[in-house]
């Protein structure tokens, strides 16, 4: 009764104004054989009290201690505690979609800071706060190139996170967009070549990711010449925020899909995250979710307004941009919090930190088995390449206490026994260490071993 709070009464008043005898007479109309005729397979009904238990249970089977190198658009990194004191407040927790700007003064602020923070970072001019997070950012700013362009097709770096992809791909197979992947070079970045051979009049955008998932930094400058020279737009995706303390941000991109987990959200099974779009002024009309603005009242006090919000809720339906109906609002606070408590230079220095143990990391993990893609710059992660499947190594790393890199056979199945491993300020020195002492003693050889990268990527 605590879950199905009608009473026998309750159901028995309800099928008397429907004009039925039973909960079966009720459901006539579905044919017998989609009827289930028994009761669900599912555990019995559990007191309160048993519940807790069972979570408790589940709980201690969590890793707590462990160092962790996985990466690839999930960052562990440091939460200040003031984030969690300051987002439980009751005026933020149980705050919803600000449409009344007159009792949504709070959110419409905190949202406004944070577009504009998230435009100083990225170079752009304005940005949103309103995206799921960093994959379906990523497909609404490649719709939103298409309807800028009118252009049909789409190009896309085979080194942007493939669940990213994957999600494009899903966005784009009911529109009929085509999607054509670009291949990659021996140092990990998008090939130029490539890009200038199947580039043409009717590609809407060419979307990279930088740093991309192999961690490495993409020359932006010179594809958004190539992209630009053709009349398509450039997409740039950023999985890692905290890369913007340190890496010149893509100002030559047209839209920057950015998620913002990295600044202050908690891993979380996934979500929720926070993701962003950012853009130029000039693109504002198509951009998706919500834009909050600043004004001022009639007695020139300064507020703030929902001033763009183009979905079907707010106008018709065949003019909306976005079926993207949630707020982050939330979450965008977190991002707020944490950018606000390290400001330019401890943001700069958190990136330093990043660099610094990822080197380290690589220095050691070299000693003992081949490192892919070193011939660019990047940012906190790098690919291992061993002899041993990364699964069985990543099986005995863990009883050490720390989970491995992330296998990228299933992903770039001519990468073979590949890894990718990732490094943040909360990786600590004895971590590496341990981790390549394991990766050594696969390999059964204290010396470097030489990869042809330039046959793996071919």
Same mark, same amino acid.
């Given at each position: 009764m605590r879950y199905l709070p009608k009473s026998p009464a309750d159901r028995e008043a309800m099928l008397k104004a429907l004009g039925k005898r039973s909960i079966s007479?009720?459901?006539?109309?579905i044919p017998a054989k989609y009827r289930l005729e028994r009761d669900l397979k599912i555990p019995r009904q559990m007191a309160e009290s048993e519940i807790v238990d069972w979570f408790r249970e589940r709980s201690r089977e969590n890793g707590d201690g462990y160092a962790i190198f996985l990466g690839a658009g +999930?960052?562990?990194?440091?939460?200040?505690?003031?984030?969690?004191?300051?987002?439980?407040?009751?005026?933020?927790?149980? +705050?919803?979609?600000?449409?009344q700007a007159e009792?949504?003064?709070?959110?419409?602020?905190?949202?406004?800071?944070?577009?504009?923070?998230?435009?100083?970072?990225?170079?752009?001019?304005?940005?949103?706060a309103s995206m799921y997070d960093g994959s379906t950012a990523t497909a609404e700013a490649v719709m939103?190139?298409?309807?800028?362009?009118?252009?049909?097709?789409?190009?896309?770096?085979?080194?942007?996170?493939?669940?990213?992809?994957?999600?494009?791909?899903?966005? +784009?197979?009911?529109?009929?967009?085509?999607?054509?992947?670009?291949?990659?070079?021996e140092a990990g970045r998008l090939d130029p070549e490539d890009l200038e051979r199947s580039i043409t009049g009717e590609t809407a955008c060419v979307l990279i990711q930088s740093p991309n998932f192999f961690g490495t930094i993409e020359d932006v400058a010179a594809i958004a010449e190539i992209a630009h020279k053709h009349g398509a737009l450039l997409v740039v995706a950023i999985a890692e925020a905290i890369s913007l303390g340190m890496v010149k941000p893509p100002q030559q991109a047209d839209i920057i899909a950015l998620e913002a987990q990295s600044f202050g959200v908690p891993l979380g099974f996934g979500g929720p995250y926070c993701g962003v779009i950012a853009t130029r002024e000039q693109f504002v009309r198509q951009m998706p979710g919500r834009l909050v603005g600043q004004t001022t009242d009639r007695n020139g006090k300064r507020g703030?307004?929902?001033?763009?919000?183009?979905?079907?809720?707010?106008?018709?339906?065949?003019?909306?941009?976005?079926?993207?109906?949630?707020?982050?609002?939330?979450?965008?606070?977190?991002?707020?919090i944490f950018m606000t408590v390290y400001g330019k230079v401890g943001l700069r220095d958190l990136a330093k930190q990043n660099l610094a143990k990822t080197a380290y990391a690589m220095d050691q993990f070299g000693k003992h088995a081949g490192l892919l893609f070193t011939g660019a710059p990047r940012f906190n992660e790098f690919v291992v390449k061993t002899s041993e499947d990364p699964g069985a190594i990543n099986s005995r790393i863990l009883g050490h206490k720390i989970v491995g890199g992330l296998p990228l056979k299933k992903?770039?199945?001519?990468?073979?026994?590949?890894?990718?491993?990732?490094?943040?300020?909360?990786?600590?020195?004895? +971590?590496i260490d341990t981790a390549a002492a394991m990766v050594a003693e696969s390999e059964g050889s204290s010396g470097a071993r030489d990869v042809d990268v330039e046959e793996l990527t071919r």
């Open positions: 007479e009720f459901f006539t109309p +999930a960052y562990y990194h440091y939460r200040p505690v003031i984030i969690d004191s300051l987002i439980l407040r009751g005026e933020f927790l149980t +705050a919803y979609t600000p449409y009792v949504s003064q709070g959110t419409l602020q905190s949202i406004f800071e944070f577009q504009t923070m998230i435009c100083e970072l990225t170079g752009m001019e304005v940005a949103n939103m190139a298409v309807r800028l362009t009118g252009r049909p097709s789409v190009l896309v770096a085979r080194n942007v996170h493939p669940e990213y992809q994957e999600v494009l791909s899903t966005y +784009a197979h009911h529109q009929g967009l085509p999607i054509s992947t670009l291949s990659f070079t703030f307004v929902l001033t763009l919000a183009t979905r079907e809720q707010h106008i018709r339906r065949e003019k909306a941009t976005s079926n993207i109906c949630t707020n982050q609002a939330l979450i965008a606070l977190m991002a707020n992903f770039y199945p001519e990468l073979g026994n590949a890894s990718l491993w990732c490094c943040t300020e909360m990786t600590t020195r004895t +971590a």
